[in-house]
């Protein structure tokens, strides 16, 4: 039985909000609960400065923070208009190990093949969270990918903590944890031919983080690079965060994409979890990731 099934009703009630119609995109939910496919939008042509373009921008804005994550499909777009797109949401993060494209620090490589020892994202997690400044999203564009699966999960942050008790709230307010690249990004390229660096980052971060731009509260540890919540011993510790993992990974607060060639992915790192499945081998899965700046979590 679900941890989140009861006899009294589900524990998590999703009442989602009807805004405003859509006048220049259309959004169509994957669930309720997040995800949405955007269409109407010609991502190549957007990052032009004309006045409909700035309206689709808004309403993008809108439908991201509404909605989580966003996906475009059959978008035709060049790197320097992959990296201008991801400018028009602020200064653009560089990851502190992975590979890049094109001399662009901010254009990162993301490829899988039969001969690859791994693939990226393959558990759940929020993009370089060991950052002191982790990224505020991530724009992911899919240029070849396997006739089947290879699909990516997102998980909404803000139903997880939602749907935990009030005095788990309570336990949970105020603390911080401590999140760490060292652990995860050492050799982790070496494939790519990419030098360690002398260190990576690491980070402490409240447990449950205010989003900058809705107020509304949202979990924020993760498997990939959470190592330990700080003030309380080591195996309450442990338990706590095997506790969490495992609530927020729950499929009620989840969605799925299939991936189709020349799709995009824009996720909100600061409310969202994501894992992408490696089940396509021996087939390539390749594209590029652009990633925005964020803030310190409070």
């Known amino acids: ?35 949405a496919e955007i269409s109407g939008v010609d991502i190549g042509r957007l990052v ?8 689709q921008m808004d309403e993008i804005h809108r439908a ?10 059959d978008q035709q777009i060049t790197p320097q208009q992959h990296l201008a797109f991801g400018r028009k949401f602020g200064e653009l993060h560089f990851h502190p190990a992975a590979p890049h494209e094109d001399e662009d620090p901010a254009l990162m490589k ?7 020892p791994r693939a990226n994202g393959e558990g759940w997690h929020s993009d370089v969270s060991c950052d002191l400044e982790p990224p505020m999203g991530s724009i ?21 903590y939602e749907a935990l008790s009030d005095r788990m709230k ?20 070496a494939n790519y031919g990419v030098a360690d660096r002398p260190s990576y980052p690491s980070a402490e971060h409240p447990v449950v983080r205010t989003h900058p731009v809705t107020a509304k ?7 990939g690079f959470t190592r330990h919540i700080n003030g309380i011993p080591r195996d309450e510790s442990d338990a706590m965060l095997a506790y969490l993992y495992q609530h ?44 925005v700046k964020g803030e310190r979590p409070v």
Not at 48 to 55: F, V
């Open 1 to 35: 039985m679900s941890s989140l099934a009861g006899k009294q009703g589900p524990r998590y009630r999703h009442a989602a909000e009807d805004g405003a119609p859509y006048e220049t995109i259309a959004v169509e939910k994957l669930t309720p609960i997040i995800g």
């Open 48 to 55: 032009s400065d004309d006045a409909r373009s700035n309206q």
């Open 64 to 73: 991201l923070a509404e909605n989580l994550v966003i996906f475009f499909r």
């Open 110 to 116: 993301i490829y899988a093949d039969k001969n690859s």
């Open 140 to 160: 992911l564009y899919i240029k070849q990918c396997p006739p089947r699966g290879g699909d990516t999960l997102f998980a909404n942050m803000y139903a997880a």
């Open 170 to 189: 309570t336990y949970l307010d105020g603390l911080t944890a401590l999140h760490d690249g060292e652990p995860i990004y050492r050799g982790l390229y």
């Open 217 to 223: 509260k949202a979990l924020y540890v993760n498997r």
């Open 248 to 291: 927020a990974e729950n499929p009620l607060f989840q969605c799925r994409f299939r991936w189709t060639e020349n799709a995009i992915a824009f996720w909100d790192n600061r409310c969202t979890q994501h894992r992408a499945m490696w089940d396509y081998w021996p087939h390539t899965r390749s594209g590029t990731r652009v990633t």
